[in-house]
């Protein structure tokens, strides 16, 4: 007889699990919340991470280890010493190689069942409009604001979600995006330029490699953008859409804003 496991792993007969699957998956599919069908979508669903940096290391690791059946990386840079104080997913035998070539082989150890698809290109909206219709949800792990906004106009392009997190010294911030979708008020979700209508001056903003930032803070904030993807994969709890989340790691506290569309004006 089949367990109550196996029962809720068949129901999408497209995605079956198999029995290592269940095996692997199993404190998932015990839960109601997610459950058999849950893990199905994830094992159906198609990710793009931009960066497999700070940021992109936990998002990718445990995107893996969840199930995720398809993992598109972006990243042209290659692995420095630097970059292991925060960066988990490389370590010092591969210095040198690509980031996606490091991840990817990380991930194959850590989840066979995963398949990698490996960009060495920079995201841009060019690169969008080539590849990101090949996904259903696009996870921002930049680290500069060329990207970011060039990844929200690209997602919402493409009516797809998109996770959005960045650190700084100490502290850190996650938000989601639909904004091709309404709220439960029948007003369209907010954009990323509902957040940040403009970009920050050059040079205003100092990158981390002049101000540094500790290594542990890009797990806490990774790891949070992992949970807002499962979330809106298998449809379970409140998504950060219409909030954005602030971490402070020296006062270990979370604070949490809303932000909604604001009006557009007849020229926009």
């Known amino acids: 007889m089949k367990s109550i496991m196996e029962n809720q792993a068949s129901q999408l007969p ?9 095996e692997r998956y199993k404190r998932h599919i015990l839960l109601p919340e997610i459950g058999g069908t849950g893990q199905q979508k994830l094992k159906a669903a198609r990710v793009l991470v931009i960066g497999a940096g700070g940021l992109g290391a936990p998002v990718l690791e445990y995107l893996a280890a969840a199930g995720i059946g398809t993992i598109g990386i972006a990243d042209d840079d290659r692995v420095s010493l630097s970059n292991l104080q925060r960066q988990v997913i490389h370590d010092s035998g591969t210095i040198g190689e690509m980031k996606t070539k490091s991840a990817r082989d990380k991930i194959a150890r850590l989840n066979p069942h995963v398949r990698v698809v490996d960009f060495e290109e920079r995201f841009s909206p060019e690169w969008a409009r080539l590849h990101l219709p090949r996904f259903d949800l ?3 792990g930049s680290d500069n604001f060329d990207t970011r906004y060039a990844a929200a106009d690209a997602a919402e ?12 010294r100490f502290d850190g911030s996650v938000t989601a995006l639909k904004p091709y979708e309404s709220s439960a008020d029948g007003v369209l979700n907010p954009t990323y330029r509902d957040l940040f209508p403009e970009k920050p001056p050059e040079g205003l903003i100092p ?6 930032v500790v290594g542990a803070l890009t797990g806490v904030i990774g790891t949070l953008m992992a949970m807002e993807v499962i979330k809106l994969i298998t449809d379970i709890g409140e998504p950060l859409v219409g909030r954005l989340m602030l971490y402070d790691a020296l006062s270990a506290r979370f604070d ?11 020229a926009e």
């Open 157 to 168: 392009t493409a009516r797809i979600p998109l996770v959005t997190g960045a650190v700084g």
């Open 138 to 140: 696009l996870v921002d």
């Open 14 to 22: 497209e995605t079956a699990l198999t029995p290592d699957e269940i």
């Open 256 to 266: 949490t804003i809303r932000y909604k569309r604001r009006k557009r004006s007849s």
């Open 207 to 212: 990158a981390c490699a002049e101000t540094g």
